[in-house]
Structures are given as structure tokens and as C-alpha cells.
């Protein structure tokens, strides 16, 4: 029997890092979600890694075509120049490429419920995220993590946790207990838990997971009966009677 969803999401650019671990990711039917941002930064070997990973059945989102904080470049310039410059390019220079971006993740984070209204425009699906309660609580205990699957269908918008475990080369992020704790409460009571990371790899001078990590989350999740499953997956999500 399964219960509960795990989302396991990769931002950024790393593609190259991604497309290394694609036999990781796959894992025990895993599928998983990268959102792209930085197209500028692609190669075009880049795109073809992508969709190889969207033949995998992973989904493809976007991430902004320069990262740019919705909350605060919308603040400078409005709703409209934001869209126009930010989130249109990203998404045609994406389709340009043969992807179908869907969903979007907010860069750092940032958001409010008017900008979550002007981007349901343009996808189904919105990430938002903040590494751990700032308040000292674990992962498990913070309700705005967890969705109950019944309601998938109907949610717009997934607020990921920190699954990286290190930066500039050092580990760092939350504990393995914490997760953990946090795939178990999404396994005891059917409900979705989104993470989200950046590059996979041994370590990194940005944020990174390390494979061994992704590996066991696949794992662990497994165990527990708790699907993998990306955002374009959500639609279809059905949960056992
Ligand atoms: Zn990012």
C-alpha cells in the first residue's frame, strides 16, 4: 500500500550534475522535478540532458530566466515588466527546446499570495520553500510543509524544505533525522512533502545533495510506501480508499 508523496525538486542550472545522477534519480521508479533558471547559461548539450530527463518522466519546470526574487523585482519594475522579461523568456526559450514547463519555483523563496494569483496565469503548479522553520520547530512539526494528498488535485501551491546537505564544499542543511521524521509523518497521515536542493554531487561550491543522499530519500521513501513523484505528476494523484 502507498501513502503519502514525497516531491523531491533540483534548482537551478546544474545540468550537467543532474544528468550524472540520472540512473540515481530513477531509482525504484523515482520520478522527480528540475527547475531551470539561468538559461543563458545552458549549453546545448544542457537541453539535450534535459530532455532526456523529461524522457525519463521527470518533470522539466521553470525557475526564472535570471533568478530573480518575484517579490522584489516585482516591487522595481511591476507585475507586467516581470512577466514580460523574466518569466515569458524562460518559458519560450524552455519550449524552444522541446520542453513543457508547467509549474514554477520562486527563487529564494520569494512570493506573496497576489504573485501566486499573476503566475496561476501561467502554470499549474507554484514551489514555494524556506530550508527549516525559523522558529526552532523540526521539519515534521511544520504543518506549511505537508499537504494532504486528497487535496493535490485542488492546491496551487507546494512549500518545499531544505534537502541539500552541503555548500561551498562543507556539510551543512538539515539532518537526516529531520527528514526522515518528516518522509514518516507524510507516510503516517497520506500527505505530500516537497524538498527541494540544488546540484548533486560529492560536493559542490554551491548548495548540493550528495547522490548517496538522493539515494537514500529514494529509499527511504520507498520503505515507507510513499511515492516519488514530480509536479506534472500532481494532476493525476490519486489517493488510496
Ligand atoms: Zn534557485
Redesign the pocket.
Given at each position: 500500500m502507498t501513502r503519502g508523496a514525497l516531491l523531491l525538486t533540483f534548482?537551478?542550472f546544474f545540468v550537467p550534475e543532474w544528468a550524472a545522477a540520472r540512473e540515481v534519480v530513477r531509482a525504484h521508479g523515482a520520478r522527480v522535478t528540475f527547475?531551470v533558471?539561468d538559461l543563458g547559461r545552458l549549453s546545448r548539450p544542457d537541453f539535450s540532458k534535459l530532455r532526456d530527463l523529461a524522457a525519463d518522466g521527470h518533470t522539466i519546470g521553470a525557475?526564472g530566466l535570471h533568478?530573480l526574487d518575484a517579490a522584489e523585482e516585482i516591487a522595481r519594475v511591476g507585475p507586467e515588466a516581470y512577466v514580460r522579461d523574466e518569466i515569458a523568456p524562460c518559458l519560450a526559450g524552455l519550449r524552444a527546446e522541446g520542453l513543457a514547463p508547467r509549474s514554477f519555483?520562486y527563487?529564494?523563496g520569494g512570493r506573496s499570495p497576489a504573485i501566486d494569483e499573476l503566475l496561476a496565469r501561467t502554470f499549474t503548479r507554484l514551489r514555494g520553500g524556506y530550508s527549516a522553520p525559523s522558529d526552532g520547530r523540526q521539519l515534521a512539526e511544520d504543518d506549511g510543509y505537508f499537504i494532504p494528498v486528497s487535496e493535490l488535485p485542488s492546491r496551487r501551491l507546494l512549500t518545499a524544505a531544505g534537502a541539500d546537505n552541503g555548500r561551498d564544499f562543507r556539510p551543512c542543511g538539515n539532518s537526516d533525522a529531520a527528514l526522515l521524521a518528516a518522509l514518516r509523518r507524510a507516510a503516517d497521515r497520506d500527505e505530500a512533502l516537497t524538498l527541494y536542493a540544488?546540484a548533486i554531487a560529492e560536493a559542490h561550491e554551491n548548495n548540493y545533495i550528495t547522490p548517496a543522499r538522493v539515494t537514500w530519500l529514494i529509499e527511504q521513501a520507498t520503505e515507507l510506501g510513499v511515492r516519488c513523484i514530480g509536479f506534472d505528476d500532481l494532476d493525476e494523484i490519486i489517493s488510496p480508499s
Open positions: 534548482d537551478d527547475f533558471s525557475h533568478h519555483a527563487p529564494f540544488h
